[in-house]
């Protein structure tokens, strides 16, 4: 069986933001920072859907090829999350955060917690980026 976990979160900033935040290597960077983000998807539902394979820091990158979605990755190490952010006010927008094909529920429990651990961290970059935005503006 294959495990999947979902994480939801609100975030005061308007849908476009917390977009650029997951799409801008740049912007990632500065809150993510372990594990390996591949074949980022951008949907022409921009900016509602975003979709990537994920492997965890350390996984050999140059061994497999990264799997597109719905396809079973040819390494156990390899998942897929799907990010949908609603919008559910000029300034906020909820994300909800699914992250699919863990090959145990140990494997799985251990990266909600890093989920966890990663939206808290790009909640405060939100709040540093739109503080340096308002400042510059």
Known sequence: PRFHLQARRTYAVPATTLYESWASTEQRAR???SGSLVDLQEESSAPRTLQFSWTPAGA?????????PGVPARDSSWTHVRLELRALSPKST???????GFTTEVSCSDQLQFWN???ESLSRFLSTHRRDTAATA
């Open 94 to 100: 909820e994300l909800v955060l699914t992250h699919e």
């Open 60 to 68: 050999p990158l140059g061994l497999h090829s990264s799997p597109s």
């Open 31 to 33: 809150w993510l920072v």
């Open 117 to 119: 651990s990663r939206l």
